[in-house]
């Protein structure tokens, strides 16, 4: 069974989505996630997708959007990165 300090040091791909639009210079201080502004019938969302190194870089990430006033509608994990699976 895996550990729990495990899981949380395993690189990682997420989508994380949030309310509003973001500009795409924001990258560099999200961790190089790659940056989608979408509108739908639902109003203006940023989707955020990349891979982190961890949970704590993921944290970092969903601090940096909670300071800048985005509100978050989800993050999913995607996939565990290749070099994590062994």
Do not use: F
């Not at 949030?18 to 989707?47: F, K, Y």
Request: net charge negative; no cysteine; aromatic share 2%.
């Amino acid at each position: 069974m895996e550990s729990a300090r495990h899981r949380s040091s395993t690189p990682a791909v997420y989508e994380i989505v949030v309310t509003g639009h973001l500009d795409a210079r924001w990258s560099s201080r999200l961790a190089g996630m790659h940056i989608v502004n979408r509108t739908g019938p639902n109003g203006a969302v940023t989707v955020l997708n990349g891979g982190v190194a961890d949970q704590s870089a993921l944290l970092g990430v969903l601090n940096t959007l909670h300071a800048i006033g985005l509100p978050l509608r989800s993050v999913e994990q995607l996939a565990s990165t290749p070099e994590s699976e062994s």
